[in-house]
């Protein structure tokens, strides 16, 4: 055991007692009944970066705040940021075998909403910049822990603005993205971008009775899922609406070969997914749909009776929620564009509600950063990372990418099975402990230090 | 003011209070953790019976039970028996202006969950009938309370069954059906049928995130949406299913006519149900397809998000509740049938599951008994019905003209404006009192009494 080891060690104690209290904070940006433990969330957010020596400080915003701390150890020295974010999904689902909003703990797996996503890997960089600043790596660090990340961040770009000049950095590293497997790190350097929607439709003031007026009335369930099986092919997920693709950037043979090469694995990712079966069989296939190409998919269809058995009434009114992912070069104004169109098109009397965007992201995978983050992660894990694109969307990358004009990278600690954004999602002390030791090596490469 | 009506005017706060007990116990069938409601809903009833001196009993199924109530003044004299629910619709619509189970009363109009359907008719005759014994009519008269309407009677035909021999009775009088409009009663000679399924699909085991999974990810959501719109023309709600209409006894000429002329009024109609826009707008055509035709509606698609905005994961599973209301000589067996083969064909991988189907009914409109109702009506209400069909479905009435082998004939009192199934259902003064009424008529008219 190295030195860094022993010093991680010790620290388990005070990183479950921290993840327990980040994880009994609802901190869920969607509902806005969660706006008291958004608040919570940001004050010990501060306390914590406090308590490690940072100048720390809740930056509001028209939304919810962001929480910068930042700790110069001298000014001639390379700054880094770190980017996490402290919201987190909804907490809902049946399958939960645990109260989402408890910290559980089994053997070294901790249990809970947020421990994976994004609490977990917050809390290993956290801990790493506190064993940095013992070490005295000379690199200056600041913390940037935003609470809007898993609404599409819209109030991010506001607090970049704002503090702009004082937020100046060398290079961000971003700690949000889930490795190929166990054994198989992934940094990835593309991100999707997303459009999200509401269709609404209301035909009426209030139930009416399927024998009274069953044949007469309009019933907006079945005119919405006509509307979803004519912009979406519910089987293979191909987009229908006229010009979806027209600005797809397809991957090139060399990404998808790497992507082949990384080593996805389509059982392992059935079954970390828990997926039954897929739509498609072919790796190069699955891989360019989930990384490189864009999707429409239905989230919910509110509206009617959602308890036990069938309530035979016909409701007045109901909602799809709809998202896209987008791929390089599709933007969500364009996105947004054929939506309205196709729907006013099909049916008239449906509304299209706009909700957040986001413009898709594609970096490099070169350079010293990049080849800092493959040692690190090779010294911590013995591993080698693949270079991968991700599905998802990081809001703030955009954002950071444009304001701050520096390098951003990416350096992940979530696993498939840590079940992010879904029932049961947890983090580990292997990957929290690794992280510590990859996030300190990180530091050490890109500081000041000869 | 006659006789009847002094006599009627003063049991004004008797029925008022009773129906505010009724309505205050939230006896929903459909939902199972209302089942001890349910129980305190049957003891009230049979308390009531044994008050007007009926002898009265809970009979026992193997679902929930029905209240039997007998008053024989002599075996020589005619029986008649009514027919009424005490079960209600679930109460949970956003647009409730009142708590559903509490009943509220506003001048002469009473609010709350079961008042028009069916608890405050069930009065009405209950009270009437205390009026015909005090009154010596000679008639014997016998109460049939159910339990389980609203979930399509799958425990009726059990009772009839064990009860019959002591059911004996010359006619059964149904009070559970609706008026064209205030000032236009009508007597209904047939109802729809019911079939009830709901198809699920599971193609996980847990929400996967849209952008970890989506491309890749079945979404139960877009493939329901699809298999739907296969199912049902979203907009004019022509059913596609192949064979679908091939039993359907179409309406005649003649009845379509009577149906024009009944004076359904398509203003008046999308006012009581607040529609926005009706499917069709000739009135022989709306009539037709309210009264004649079969339907198939979706009533609830479960599965996904439900809350505010738009929650990016893809579920494992999703549920379309649908229903399709049948006419004669359609049956729930073919219907059933029909669907599980052309689901089968369209996605094999969703299941169909069978809830409760109803015959339809087609009944007479002539003869001793519709004649008394439209006499009673008249004199009750100054009114002359109209002989329509209805859209509804009223499980117990085919088990009763199949094993009772009697005469059903129909005298309901609720109004399209009394929000049947609706939120802020309500029942009025001017109806119950009215249907005191016309009760007290028919039982003269029907009695032994030269």
Redesign the interface.
Known sequence: MDQFEQQISRLKPDFEKKLQEFVEIPSVS???ERAPDMHRAAEYGKTLLEEAGFKAEIVKTKGYPVIWGRHIVDPAYPTLSIYNHLDV??G??P?WKTDPFRFVKQGDTYFGRGTTDDKGPALSAYFASKLAIAGKIPLNLQFLWELEEE?GSPSYEEFITKKRKDLQTDSVLVSDT?WLNRERPAIPYGL?G?Q???LTL??????????????????P??????????L????T?KVKIPGFYQSVKRASKKEIANFVAAGFDQEK?KKA????????SDVAD?TA??WA?P?L????????????????????RAEA???C?LVPDQTPEEITDLMIRTVKKL?PDVQVHI??GLVPYLGEFKGKYADAGVLALEYAFGATPAFTR????IGAVVTMKKLLGVPVNFLGLSL?EH??????ENFDWRQASGGMKMFLRYFELISGRK
């Not at 009426?204 to 024998?211: A, I, V």
């Not at 997914?273 to 498609?280: Q, S």
């Not at 079940?419 to 049961?424: E, I, V």
């Open positions: 969607l509902l806005p999904q909804p809902g689902e399958e609404i889930i999707r997303l999200a929607f509401r209301e035909t009426g003031e209030k139930d009416c009775h399927s024998g009274l007026c069953g044949g007469a009335a309009r019933n369930l079945t005119e919405l899922a006509q509307l979803i099986s004519e979406v092919d519910g089987k997920g990712f997914h828990g997926l039954k079966t897929l739509r498609f699955l749909r989930i190409l999707t998919e239905v989230h919910g269809i509110t509206g009617g009776w959602q308890g036990p058995g069938v309530k035979t009434a016909i409701p007045p929620k709809i998202s992912r049916n909700e957040g991700e599905g998802g969307s498939p079940g992010y954004h879904a029932p049961n």
